[in-house]
């Protein structure tokens, strides 16, 4: 399966939030779409399978993995330590993508990956284009000397309002560094990664 690479607020609207970012649209029809989307007749309960389907890809969805990506990395949280849920998100957090955008150097998880690829990002002082790669503690995460001035990233930062516990950000250098693993309580993501595991135990 490609990338999902359609409209953004149609796909928000399936799941009932913002999973894209914030969208003044979806703030608009804040129903699921298509011709009934809007209709007060009750609908059918979902059954615990579908619900646990509709967690997982809300989780793919929100931080733009592929299919087999996305069930790669939950292998990966299932043979690490601890609770396997929480270490899901954990990862899909220490994705350098991820890390790019909850810096605010780009507005969406899209544009940071777009950065990425673009090679205007350095990890540790080198040059990178591979959004998935997975950061550790002390990781060092830059815009590039040539890539400082790119109206784009200024923008995004300017209006960056919320900071991470886990991330430490110099807005003039454009430079931050991942200090470790947020907690689960501390990641903002409406995901109950339990029906994700539960899924995948089937």
Not at 140 to 165: H, P
């Given at each position: ?64 993995l592929l299919e087999r990506q996305f069930a790669n990395l939950f292998d990966k949280a299932n043979r690490k330590q601890g609770i396997t849920g929480e270490n899901l998100l954990q990862m899909l957090e ?109």
């Open positions: 399966m490609a990338r999902y690479t359609g409209p953004t607020t149609k796909k928000s609207r399936s799941f009932g939030e913002p999973i894209f970012g914030y969208d003044k649209y979806f703030e608009k029809k804040k129903y699921p779409p298509g011709q009934h989307g809007n209709s007060k007749k009750r609908r059918r309960n979902q059954s615990e399978y579908a619900l646990q389907l509709k967690e997982k890809q809300k989780a793919k969805f929100t931080y733009g220490g994705r350098l993508d991820n890390t790019v955008f909850r810096m605010g150097l780009a507005p969406t998880r899209r544009a940071a990956r777009q950065l990425v690829t673009h090679r205007h990002i350095e990890l540790n002082g080198v040059l990178t284009n591979i959004p998935s790669a997975m950061l550790r503690a002390g990781d060092v995460i830059s815009v590039r000397e040539k890539s400082k001035d790119m109206s784009c990233i200024l923008d995004s930062v300017a209006s960056a309002g919320k900071n991470f516990g886990w991330l430490e950000f110099n807005p003039k250098e454009l430079q931050g560094t991942f200090t470790q693993f947020p907690a689960r309580e501390d990641i903002p993501e409406k995901i109950n990664e339990q029906l994700i595991v539960e899924l995948y135990s089937k």
